[in-house]
């Protein structure tokens, strides 16, 4: 396997999901205690960007040996690693798991910071990573699988940082992370409503294959109004001076969100979708949480 392969598998373009989880959960971390860890915070981006490289190698690793993706069925071979690649599948099986090892190594580092807390967490997200790709039925090929990704992502692993940067368990916290929750599970929505062809000849019951691609895109434009107004809504409850923000929030974000409501969403128009929707997560994640430092400056001003 070559550098660039292994890049490809790890597919840094879904990143910025997970980095958008810890970075919120630093913000909010900082302005709990008006303090941060550096140290702790670069572990927690460390950690978020290895688990999401794993779960992308394993999801091409299993699609790939169950025969869900062939070369008909991709759009260019920049996705595909395992179909255009020539090296053996075991090898993006063994990176993978080489990503993990690395995430909980690190982790041991926040174990010891903060205690067995992040320890239980942990071990509840690896075996949703094992139950996400592999086993009989993944949940990647439920109607689930947006669900379940939000929440680990967006929910669990925020409020997982959260604790680490703070030692104190805020339920709160869980609340403030719903356009984190609506943002990822949208990340996995627009690639399934991209593929519901694909998926429905290699057996998937995502969500998008259920409602069909008229109902899913009526759901998607509803759930992107419902991102950016969540965190409208957040802002001005939690934060009020950092409502400030929200107008250069809907100035920037409006041409992606657009964008990716006026997409097809189907097999052609999936890189297109994909990119939009991932730097749609950066954008809003960024200024939801340059909402929560002005209010926090505002406030010692």
Same mark, same amino acid.
């Given at each position: 396997?070559?550098? /660039? ?5 790890a597919a ?8 958008m ?13 008006d ?7 670069a ?8 688990t999401?490289?794993?779960?992308n190698?394993?999801n091409?690793?299993?699609d790939?040996?169950?025969g ?6 991709n759009?260019?071979a !920049?996705?595909s690693a395992?179909?255009?690649?020539s090296?053996? &599948?075991k090898e ?9 090892a ?5 982790g041991?580092?926040?174990?010891v910071?903060?205690?067995w ?6 071990m ?9 790709s592999?086993?009989?039925t993944p ?9 379940? !990704?939000?929440?680990? $992502?967006g929910?669990a692993?925020?409020?997982?940082s959260?604790y680490?940067?703070? /030692? !104190? ?9 719903i356009?984190?929750?609506?943002? @990822?599970?949208l990340?996995? $929505?627009?690639?399934n ?5 694909k998926?429905? +000849? !290699?057996?998937r019951k995502?969500?998008p294959?259920l409602?069909?691609r +008229? /109902?899913? +895109?009526? @759901?998607?434009r ?5 991102? $950016?107004l969540?965190?409208?809504a957040?802002?001005t ?19 992606l ?9 189907d097999?052609?128009? +999936?890189?297109?979708?994909?990119g939009a @929707? ?9 200024f939801y949480?340059? &909402? ?5 400056m505002?406030?010692t001003?």
């Open positions: 396997m070559t550098c /660039r392969e292994a890049v490809m598998l840094p373009h879904t990143w910025p999901a997970s980095i989880s810890v970075l919120l959960a630093a913000v909010l971390a900082y302005e709990a205690q303090s941060l860890s550096v140290s702790l915070t572990a927690l981006l460390a950690i978020a960007i290895l999401q490289a794993a779960v190698a394993l091409d690793y299993f790939y040996v169950k869900s993706d062939t070369a008909a069925d759009v260019e !920049s996705d395992l179909v255009y690649g090296f053996p &599948a993006a099986l063994y990176l993978a798991c080489g990503f993990m690395a995430a909980f190594a690190l041991i580092y926040c174990i910071c903060a205690g807390i992040p320890l239980a967490i942990a509840g997200g690896a075996v949703v990573i094992a139950l996400y592999g086993g009989a949940i990647s090929y439920l109607p689930i699988g947006e669900a379940v !990704s939000g929440l680990v $992502m929910a692993l925020p409020f997982a959260f680490v940067l703070t /030692r !104190s368990l805020q339920p709160l916290v869980l609340v403030q992370c356009p984190l929750v609506i943002g @990822i599970a990340i996995m $929505m627009t690639n409503t991209c593929d519901i062809e998926d429905e +000849r !290699s057996g995502t969500l294959v409602l069909g +008229r /109902r899913a +895109r009526a @759901i998607y509803a759930l992107v109004a419902l991102w $950016m969540s965190i409208a957040i802002v409850i939690w934060w009020t001076p950092g409502a400030i923000v929200v107008p250069f929030m809907v100035l920037a974000a409006s041409p969100l657009q964008k990716l409501c006026t997409l097809p969403l097999s052609p128009s +999936r890189i297109a979708a994909m @929707i991932c730097n749609a997560n950066v954008v809003l994640g960024a949480a340059a &909402a929560v430092l002005a209010s926090s505002a406030l001003l």
